[in-house]
């Protein structure tokens, strides 16, 4: 099997910065002969529910989607925390129905690996508040609110101001390296002996991470790495946009 995988895009508007590096990274020739193409969470910086306003306000991307889903490939979309509740969104539209949604991480074998890949928020393990938070947030019951009842203009408002506070708070006390060997350590001490291969993002840290027993990487926040991850026939790589 050959596959692709990026995160962390946070496109905020079609034709941005993170627009056009998604764009390329869906026209590059890696993703155009790939099997699968994966898509481990917060590719937009907010995009929540089955609002159909989402299709203009990222026309580009999806464009480029619709034309990779046509040509026969797969795509497989795992939720983040910026873009969560979108079975209703693609299920509802006749191109996007064909994208695989994972609220869960995706495991299976190939090439004589068992690989795990997923957004990747759940291998912090410490951070109580924010499994908490989204424990709430993926509830039924704001499954419901945010499938049936949240308007988007509401929603806008939420999570641009969250998003603020977060990269304000995150600007102030980030430190990369505590962070990458946090999420190694999450990796290790509850994914070894359960997969080969572990793809994840969130951290917004590049990693490529290779214990006796299990190998764990993260291809960073995407803006600044400007690279995806790669596998073919079981070999992995970092590939440069």
Known sequence: ???????????????????????????????????KIFLLGDIFDLMCGPHKEYYDRFIDVFQAMEKIIISGKEIHYAEGNHDLHLEKLFSNHPTFKNIFVHKKPCLFETDGKIFYLSHG??????NHAYHRYMGL??????????????????????????SKMSRKKGARHFDSEKVRQTFRSGVESTLTGKADVVIGGHSHVKDDYQSPQIRYLNNGYAQNSKTFILVDEGKISFVPL
């Not at 034709?15 to 764009?23: G, T, V």
């Not at 947030?137 to 203009?153: D, G, R």
């Open 1 to 35: 099997m050959k596959f692709v995988a990026i995160s962390d895009v946070h496109i905020k508007h079609s034709k941005d910065d993170a627009s056009r590096l998604l764009i390329h990274f869906l026209e590059s020739s890696e993703a155009q002969s790939a099997d």
């Open 137 to 162: 947030i993926n509830s039924a019951p704001l499954t419901f609110v945010a499938n049936y009842m949240m308007p988007l203009a509401v929603l806008d408002w939420i999570g641009n101001r969250a």
């Open 121 to 126: 928020d759940e291998h912090e393990l410490d």
